[in-house]
């Protein structure tokens, strides 16, 4: 029986699949992105709708459909970038390493294969030997996505590195600004 599905695969272009079957595969990605953050954290980003209750669970939810509606119709690289950055910028301020960070790009490739039951094995005909070329193709723009993320998330660290030191900076102003008014206080106290 499996083997017959891949013949009707095999007659359609990859592509036409993709449209097919995108709301599943987004589902199937959000899920997954879902579950790099721990179980209870996961639970709630994934039951809680309301974009302001739960703003993390809205970002990455639109901007899954973004990416993957950019992947197959467009690819326009300042939406791509924009978008990366809501997701990243996210994952940066709570602490996930570089690789935690942008692996939710790769989980993209799992939900493709996940949701379209294909394998790199069993691919017999013509027709399904250039379904599996055209994946690996759209596989290469996933990756090619992933080294756009990891740009953006250098960009996201480093502006919160930079924000991190103006804070810092400016509390170190306000500290000088007590002490000296104490001092000024002690001062005059001691005046009088």
Request: some cysteine; hydrophobic content about 40%.
């Amino acid at each position: 029986m499996g083997h017959k599905k891949n013949k009707v695969i095999g007659r359609v272009k990859l592509k036409t699949l993709l449209q097919e079957k995108k709301g599943d595969i987004l589902k199937r990605w959000i899920s997954l992105i879902l579950g790099t953050y721990p179980p209870d954290v996961s639970h709630f980003l994934k039951l809680e709708k309301d974009r302001f209750a739960n703003p993390v669970g809205y970002a990455i939810s639109t901007s899954s459909e973004t990416l993957l509606n950019e992947l197959l119709l467009g690819e326009n690289t300042d939406k791509i970038i924009s978008t990366l950055d809501s997701i990243i910028r996210i994952r940066v301020v709570q602490d996930f390493s570089p690789s935690q960070a942008i692996a939710f790009i790769f989980l993209l490739k799992k939900a493709v294969r996940e949701e379209l039951k294909l394998r790199n094995e069993g691919f017999k005909t013509e027709d399904e030997r250039k379904i599996l070329d055209e994946l690996l193709l759209f596989e290469t723009r996933i990756d090619g996505l992933a080294t756009l993320a990891f740009d953006v998330y250098v960009k996201c660290r480093d502006d919160i590195h930079r924000i991190r030191m103006e804070e810092a900076k400016a509390e170190r102003v306000m500290a000088d600004r007590l002490m000296r008014l104490r001092q000024s206080v002690k001062e005059k106290d001691s005046s009088m």
